[in-house]
């Protein structure tokens, strides 16, 4: 038989043929006078005990060792068993935490951590959608750069937050709708309040070492969404907060 028949009889094609050829598994005929390999129905069977290996999940660098010797099934069978016990783990996880993200109606890329928080998240007054978008890439950014990606201090800043949601709502929506021109003085109290109920919130002895350059990436991604007064505004916090000198930071 030609390979295209030898392909159609075992379910697979030609392609994978000459790829079990290339990596050793199919014996490979010789060409007859007429230029075509002449199959057999032993590579037929051979072709479908592969296919059933494979089908098992048993990698094609393994396959070699359970063809020649049956007394390797039992071994390959308890790895690839211990393997789909595993995945069936990992996909059960997934599953319970795409359960949660769409009973609390929250986005696909919300940390399961902060899957209780959704409706603190979309608190906010004036929660535009480029406020939302800021938001999530910011929350994208501190669980790449966190120690813990279940980030514990979010967490408990999150459920502190949430106690004085009212306040901190007032206070967002105040700094949110800055002009780029207030003068220091009209800053100033904004400042101050945002600094108290942050720092009666915000664990700030469980805040990660981020790095510098990770530092950096963060107050760059802030300063492409805030406007001067903003900027100014929020550098001060951060300096009052954690003694964190933006501009130093940034490299002015």
């Known amino acids: 038989m030609r ?12 392609r994978t043929l000459r790829h079990y050829h290339q990596i050793g ?10 230029g075509y390999r002449d199959y ?52 059960t996880a997934r599953r319970r935490i795409i359960a949660e993200l769409k009973s ?15 409706g603190f998240l979309g608190s906010r007054g004036n929660n535009t959608p480029e406020n939302e978008r800021y938001e999530r890439e ?19 800043a999150f459920e502190n937050l949430t106690d004085s949601c009212a306040r901190y709502v007032e206070l967002m929506d105040q700094f949110e709708s800055l002009p780029p021109d207030v003068p220091a003085e009209q800053r100033q109290p904004l400042v101050d309040e945002m600094v108290a109920l942050l720092r009666s919130a915000v664990p700030l002895e469980d805040i990660p070492a981020l790095g510098t350059e990770a530092t950096i990436l963060l107050l ?21 907060l954690v003694g964190l000198d933006v501009e130093a930071a940034q490299g002015f």
């Open 104 to 118: 609390n109606g929250a986005a696909p890329d919300l940390p399961a951590a902060l899957i209780p928080y959704v």
């Open 138 to 156: 910011q929350i994208a950014l501190v669980k790449h750069f966190s120690e813990d990606a279940g980030m514990p201090w979010l967490v408990t």
């Open 40 to 91: 057999t129905v032993k590579h037929l069977a051979t072709v479908l005990r592969i296919v059933s290996f494979t089908s098992l999940g048993i990698a094609l660098s393994e396959v070699q060792r359970a063809l020649d010797d049956a007394t390797a099934g039992t071994e390959l069978l308890d790895r690839i068993d211990q393997q789909a016990a595993d995945e069936i783990e990992r996909l």
């Open 220 to 240: 760059e991604h802030q300063d492409s969404h805030y406007n001067a007064s903003q900027k100014l505004v929020w550098a001060q916090v951060l300096r009052n």
């Open 3 to 14: 390979s295209n028949e030898l392909a159609k009889l075992a379910g697979v094609t030609v």
């Open 25 to 34: 598994l199919l014996e490979e005929p010789e060409r007859a006078g007429n």
